[in-house]
């Protein structure tokens, strides 16, 4: 168990759902009109482990994929040491499996990761980054960090930093450390100053918007499978198969679909595009604002 994370305290030791059991609410959802799950778990990779003989994560995915009208499927929380070959494998097999994977590294120092009881070292961290790389042909990985750590000094978080750098990863869900109840952490010196939390974030904040950019850059001139989610400020609104947000204009209701989305602009944090099934005399026109659309339900 990680010192800073309440979530076992408050959610329990994990409990998996069986297989028939999320097939059946899967269906469901389908049958109502929605075509992209998420699966979620504390570490969802970790899935079926307290299932004596139980299945694994690989095997729910092969389960569901066949699912007539499913489209996608994702998943996080995932933990490195549960990342096996086996998840990574079905992703890069199975076409209704995201390339995506969430992998959270919190820092890259390993005297801070001991402290954190992460079980993992850099190295490691380093070496599950590339084989992801090696196996899901143009993978998008996301993590998280947590910066001003109880005892972070500035090398470490410098060692953060520069792994961040080196690794050049898609995204990065950015906490500065607070402490939470009933954790082992919550007993440690709060000793990073709060003007120096917000210094690190903002550092890596930084960092982070020129590597997107960068990242970003090479979806210029292709074309990208868009789900849309909703309409955002008079154009639609949705996500790529790497769960970049995609935004495009067009006066049909595309809400729900599946759309080719050609891209035409990029930036650190959204691209746009013209639907390449869109009639030529409207893709110089701005379509009309589209209001009262909500966002499809996912897997909970």
């Avoid at 919190?106 to 009881?117: D, I, P, S, Y």
């Avoid at 955002?232 to 049909?252: A, E, I, M, Y």
């Avoid at 050609?262 to 209001?291: C, H, K, N």
């Amino acid at each position: 168990r990680c010192t800073f994370c309440i979530i076992p305290h408050r959610r329990g030791i994990e409990r998996s759902r069986m297989v028939g059991d999320v097939a059946g609410e899967v269906r469901s959802l389908v049958s109502q009109g929605v075509k992209e799950i998420m699966l979620l778990g504390q570490i969802v990779d970790r899935y079926g482990y307290d299932i004596e003989d139980g299945p694994r994560l690989e095997n729910l995915f092969y389960a569901l994929h066949d699912l007539e009208g499913l489209e996608r499927l994702r998943f996080l929380t995932s933990h490195p040491n549960y990342m096996s070959d086996a998840i990574l494998e079905a992703v890069a097999a199975l076409p209704k499996l995201m390339e995506q994977i969430e992998v959270p590294v919190q820092a890259g120092n390993n005297e801070v990761l001991e402290r954190m009881r992460r079980g993992y070292t850099v190295e490691q961290y380093r070496d599950l980054v590339h084989k992801i790389r090696a196996t899901i042909p143009n993978v998008a990985i996301h993590t998280d960090i947590i910066v001003g750590f109880p005892g972070e000094s500035e090398a470490q978080f410098m060692d953060t930093y520069n792994l961040l750098a080196e690794l050049k990863l898609d995204k990065v869900h950015l906490a500065k450390f607070s402490p939470r109840p009933n954790t082992a952490a919550a007993r440690w010196e709060d000793d990073v100053p709060q003007e120096e939390k917000d210094r690190r974030h903002k550092a890596i904040d930084a960092l982070m918007e020129q590597i997107s950019t960068e990242i970003n850059t090479t979806y210029l001139d292709t074309t990208q499978q868009v789900l849309v989610e909703e309409a955002h400020k008079g154009k639609w609104r949705g996500r790529t198969r790497t769960n970049k947000l995609v935004f495009f204009t067009d006066p049909r209701d595309r809400k729900g679909d599946l759309v080719d989305v050609q891209i035409t602009y990029t930036g650190p944090w959204s691209l746009q595009g013209v639907p390449t099934d869109l009639p030529m005399p409207e893709r110089t026109e701005e379509a009309s604002p589209f209001a009262g659309l909500e966002l499809l339900p996912l897997i909970g």
